[in-house]
């Protein structure tokens, strides 16, 4: 089973969010299906299934590795390196 390299460096605690939407949504005027913040900087995006995909980009231009939903009553993490829930 494939397990994550990156979360054991994550800061702690983790980072607040920078904002509570994401804000390239919010600049282009779309709106997020659901939300992510990364557990590196705190940027918040929004999910693939958002016309943006702004989590995932954060990552592909920071090289941060992992988030987490910023959705009410989860609590899961993702790491887009190793492609594994944490």
């Known amino acids: 089973m494939k397990q994550c390299t990156h979360a054991d460096a994550l800061p702690q605690p983790e980072p607040g969010p920078r904002s509570e ?4 949504c919010l600049a282009t005027g779309t709106h997020p299906v659901q939300l992510r913040i990364c ?3 705190g940027h918040v ?17 920071s090289g941060h590795p992992v988030m987490r939903t ?4 989860e609590d899961w993490r993702w790491c887009f390196v190793d492609h594994v829930l944490v």
């Open 70 to 73: 910023f959705e009410p009553g």
């Open 39 to 41: 557990l590196t900087c």
């Open 21 to 24: 939407t994401c804000p390239e």
């Open 45 to 61: 995006g929004c999910c693939d299934s958002s016309p943006g995909r702004h989590a995932t980009e954060h990552h592909e231009t």
